[in-house]
């Protein structure tokens, strides 16, 4: 192997392995985000500290007792839960959840959509949202989740959307947007389509697979209901 190529493996395996193993600095994050006036929340999983987190995904599903008791009662009934989680790349959350939040957020209140505080998740799987936003009685949740990195990128953000969270839902009542991030996704498309998605879970009640069809079994503008 030349000795290039040999020295690009190493060094992009080093970047995988800091944004696994990195902890995301919340409070630039909460810094980033308080201009929103939304409120911060910040709670943690099962998983007590990152070994525990790589080694046991079950526990990074499930919220910490005292973190679901902290949600209760904030913003109830609220259309949209956003969830910021660390998941498996501290340095997407660091470089890529402020702004995505922010256009996410400047989208959905266009549209008049009531948001719950913002959740800040430590050592957290995708699954987490659906106790957080069930627990503030979200509509839909948006889990913001630090992707599993890879020698090509280890800074990309994946979007989770789900209609009526609750503990248990299984995935393929989600829907996924991916590789969000400077020279994948670009944020501005990316808010794009998690708005889109967010305003046809709610006209239609559903997410994951079957959104598509829900959709497509609508009536378009000017056809025949009769």
């Known amino acids: 192997m030349p000795t290039r ?15 696994v193993w990195s902890r995301v600095d919340w409070a630039s994050v909460e810094a980033g985000l308080n201009d929103l006036g ?10 007590g500290d990152r070994a525990t987190y790589v080694r046991r995904p079950d526990l990074g ?30 340095s997407a959350i660091d470089i890529n959840a402020v702004p995505l939040t922010k256009a996410i957020v400047a989208r959905l209140s266009e549209r008049q959509l009531a948001i719950a505080p913002i959740v800040l998740a430590s050592q957290a799987r995708v699954a987490i949202g659906d106790p957080i936003a069930a627990t503030m009685r979200a509509k839909v949740s948006i889990t913001v989740i630090g992707e599993r990195p890879g020698l090509s990128a280890a800074d990309s953000l994946g979007i989770y959307l789900t209609h009526a969270p609750k503990s248990g839902t299984p995935d393929s ?17 990316a808010a794009d389509m998690a708005t889109s998605l967010v305003v046809n879970m709610l006209k239609v009640g559903i997410s994951g697979v079957g959104l598509k069809a829900a959709l497509d079994s609508l009536p378009h503008p000017g056809s025949d209901n009769r």
């Open 5 to 19: 190529a040999a020295q690009s493996f190493l060094l992009d395996h080093a970047r995988a392995r800091q944004a």
């Open 38 to 47: 939304l409120g911060i929340v910040e709670v943690a999983s099962q998983a």
């Open 61 to 90: 599903r499930m919220l910490a007792a005292e973190a679901a008791e902290r949600l209760t009662g904030m913003r109830p009934d609220c259309d949209v839960a956003i969830i910021l989680a660390d998941g498996l790349s501290a």
């Open 173 to 189: 009542k989600r829907n996924c947007i991916s590789n969000v991030r400077d020279g994948g996704l670009a944020i501005a498309d």
